[in-house]
């Protein structure tokens, strides 16, 4: 589904912080990693990505359906092996392709992570605790009971039908710093994936996931227990150019990063415990130019059984609302937007205009108001209004069901946002003033 005509690829710096290449971990250390956007139009793509219900479904993203996708480049092994990953906040698990060739001639340089080539690669073994974090149910022994020492065997599977197999694994993940040195932490866990199937061409140049979920394995969870339970990154706006330099930051920066931290808004961070991979956030009410939309609060909520709710997932594009809200921000949009329709409807998109003629189209401006002290998450009009043609700009939110799927806040609509994922104390910050360049 993804199409590589304007493939863009920023390739960006990678910085650590920390003075020194001791993991010892301090306030003021973090670790600052460069994303790499891959990017289509969104024309080429059908979204069909599906939600299963969140029940025992062992992880739901769209890592793998989005056409607009924020890869996090880092090195893995020793030596150390250059790799590509999608970073999602809507998964736990860090996996890359992995290849077991000794005498690699068959396989392009760059296209896997080779296992043997790698003196510090560890397959994890079924009996260790950490094989249980991938086991199906908790108490479930993944040893095979003829074979106790067979590796750690992982299967990951995706909502939209993605899915990755093979050992879970240790290895040594290196960093360069913004000292020039190079950090090495050494036991990082992730699936090493002998199998995968994964229906986007993101992975023609992706070689894997880096889940950033809530869940113990994450990259997140890893990492912050070095340098403090906390992410943020910062989604630059692709259609600028030249374009803007976006980052994954672990742990805090207090100083540089967040200078105008008073300028931050919050809003909880819910816990479903039937989904704990999600970060999930509460939605109040939505307003169209102002005007509060007539739409009852309960189709925001987590019902009973773990539906519902409204999940931030770098790794999904567009925006998926509960339908009964996106009908009536769907309503209020059609009402109040002057401008033509285009000849044709665009497939995916229930709203589209033809901006011919219009130099700089104006849209109803949407914001939400989120749990929290006067939050409201105001997006600019090019998070949510995306041009899919010459001359086409289409509403950017899709609607999901209400009753079996949840609400996501896609990348798109994250735009130009400084998100800060606090897991210690639960709550997510964003502003619109802190994605100033270091
Ligand atoms: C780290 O720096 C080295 C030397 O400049 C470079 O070859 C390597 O690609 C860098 N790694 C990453 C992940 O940026
Ligand atoms: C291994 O690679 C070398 C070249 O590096 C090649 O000459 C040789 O045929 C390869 N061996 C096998 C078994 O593929
Ligand atoms: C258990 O391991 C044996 C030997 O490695 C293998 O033949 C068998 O298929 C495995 N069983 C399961 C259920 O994986
Ligand atoms: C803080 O946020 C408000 C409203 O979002 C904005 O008007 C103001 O300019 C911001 N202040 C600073 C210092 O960025
Ligand atoms: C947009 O409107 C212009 C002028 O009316 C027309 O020529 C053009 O074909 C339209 N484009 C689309 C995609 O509808």
């Known amino acids: 589904m993804m199409v590589s005509l304007s493939t863009l690829l920023l390739l960006l710096l990678l910085y650590v912080a920390a003075a020194t290449s ?29 939600h299963q219900s969140t029940l025992k479904s ?20 020793s030596p150390p092996q250059p790799l590509l990953l999608v970073a999602d906040t809507g998964s736990d698990l860090i996996w890359v392709k992995c290849s077991a060739c000794h005498n690699c001639s068959l396989h ?36 095979n009971h003829t074979n106790l020492h067979s590796p750690c065997r992982y299967e990951y599977s995706y909502a939209d039908g993605s899915l990755t197999a093979g050992f879970f694994s240790k290895e040594t993940i ?25 229906g986007s061409e993101t992975f023609n140049v992706a070689h894997g996931v880096m889940g950033l979920g809530r869940g113990p394995i994450s990259f997140s969870s890893q990492l912050g227990r070095r340098f403090g339970n906390k992410f943020s990154y910062c ?5 600028l150019s030249p374009p803007p330099t976006s980052f994954l930051l672990i742990g805090s920066q207090q100083n540089d990063f967040v200078p105008t931290n008073k300028n931050m808004s919050f809003t909880p961070l819910l816990i479903n415990p039937l989904s704990p991979t999600f970060y999930y956030i509460g939605i109040k009410s939505v307003y169209v130019d102002g005007v509060k939309l007539r739409i009852d609060p309960s189709v925001w909520s987590i019902d009973e059984i773990g539906n519902g709710g409204t999940v931030v997932d770098s790794g999904t594009t567009l925006t998926q609302l509960v339908e009964p809200a996106y009908r009536e921000i ?16 665009i497939q995916g998109f229930d709203l589209c205009v033809n901006t011919s003629g219009v130099l700089r189209p104006s849209y109803p401006r949407l914001s939400f108001e989120l749990v929290g002290k006067k939050t409201v998450f105001s997006p600019p009009q090019m998070n949510y209004f995306i041009e899919t043609s010459e001359q086409v700009e289409c509403l950017a939110i899709q ?3 209400l009753g079996s799927e949840f609400s996501v806040i896609g990348n798109l609509m994250q735009q130009g946002y400084l998100l800060e994922f606090d897991r210690d104390r639960s709550r997510l910050g964003f502003s619109r003033h802190g994605c100033a360049l270091p």
């Open 108 to 143: 392009p340089p760059g296209s896997a992570f080779l296992a043997r080539h790698s003196s510090s690669f560890s397959p994890h073994h079924c009996f260790q605790p950490t094989c249980r974090h991938l086991a199906p149910h908790p108490h479930h022994n993944p040893c």
């Open 235 to 239: 989604l630059m706006d692709y259609t």
């Open 58 to 77: 062992p992880v739901i993203s769209g890592a793998s359906s989005g056409s607009g996708e924020y890869l996090i480049s880092l090195e893995l092994g």
């Open 399 to 401: 609607p999901v069901e």
């Open 330 to 345: 769907l309503r209020a949009f059609k009402r109040r937007l002057k401008l033509p329709s285009p000849d044709e409807s």
């Open 174 to 198: 290196t960093f360069n710093t913004t000292s020039g040195h190079q950090l090495q932490l050494q036991g990082l866990h992730f699936g090493c994936g002998f199998t995968s199937i994964t």
């Open 22 to 50: 001791t993991f010892s971990a301090t306030n003021t250390e973090y670790i600052k990693l460069p994303l790499v956007l891959h990017k289509t139009p969104h024309h080429h793509h059908h979204h069909h990505r599906h």
